[in-house]
Structure formats: structure tokens, C-alpha cells
Nanobody, 128 residues
Framework: QVQLVESGGGVVQAGGSLKLSCAAS????????MGWFRQAPGKEREFVAG????????NYRDSVKGRFTISRDNAKNTVSLQMSSLKPDDTGVYHC?????????????????????WGQGTQVTVSS
């Protein structure tokens, strides 16, 4: 069992920056591919960014490329999402997720079904 706890959300003006963090419990963090998803009110959950077990591979949804950076620290059991040039469309609850299916070290997943554990989420609100 893995517990994921997100932090770092808040209210920011358009053009601003926020850094989200996700702390994972347990000893097997380096075995998991990790991802960030978000859900806006009235919309479906969507993939934001993913990172492989080692951090060598990453993937982003097109709308955040060049603005968001996902990273991880396996020694500290954390994964982060640095967000800059934020837009009102980035508003939502951001969840981190862990996948136990990363049999290949370079695997990065962009679909929610590939993830086994989810955090409760942290709210990000971008005002115009």
C-alpha cells in the first residue's frame, strides 16, 4: 500500500508560478512510475505530466509543455510539479498518482487506468 500526499496548491494570478509536491510512503517509491493529473469543475480528469522510475523519461500534455516540469527525488520519496506561466485553464484539483506497472525503467504512463494509487489532491486556482 502506498499513501500519497500532495501539497503546494493555492491561488495565483495568471502568469504566476506554483510548485506542487507529492510525498509517498513506503520503501518502494523508486519502483513506481509517477504522474500528475488534474480535474476542473464539471470536467473529466486529465493527464498533466508523467515521469519514469528513474526520472530519465518524462511526458506532458501538449497544453503544459514548456511551462510545467515534473521531477522526482527517489531518496526523499517525492515527486514535484513546477508550474510557471499559469493560465486560468490550469485551474483544478491536482492529484499525484503511482503506477506499479513500470516493468521497464523508461515507462511513462499518460492514462489514469495505468495508475494504482492516488493522492487526495491539492487545489490550484489561477485568477485572470
Amino acid at each position: 500500500q502506498v499513501q500519497l500526499v500532495e501539497s503546494g496548491g493555492g491561488v495565483v494570478q495568471a502568469g504566476g508560478s506554483l510548485k506542487l509536491s507529492c510525498a509517498a510512503s513506503g520503501r518502494s517509491f523508486s519502483r513506481y512510475a509517477m504522474g500528475w493529473f488534474r480535474q476542473a469543475p464539471g470536467k473529466e480528469r486529465e493527464f498533466v505530466a508523467g515521469i519514469s522510475r528513474t526520472g530519465a523519461s518524462t511526458n506532458y500534455r501538449d497544453s503544459v509543455k514548456g511551462r510545467f516540469t515534473i521531477s522526482r527525488d527517489n531518496a526523499k520519496n517525492t515527486v514535484s510539479l513546477q508550474m510557471s506561466s499559469l493560465k486560468p485553464d490550469d485551474t483544478g484539483v491536482y492529484h499525484c498518482a503511482a503506477s506499479t506497472r513500470a516493468w521497464e525503467s523508461t515507462a511513462v504512463f499518460s492514462t489514469g487506468g495505468a495508475y494504482d494509487y492516488w493522492g487526495q489532491g491539492t487545489q490550484v486556482t489561477v485568477s485572470s
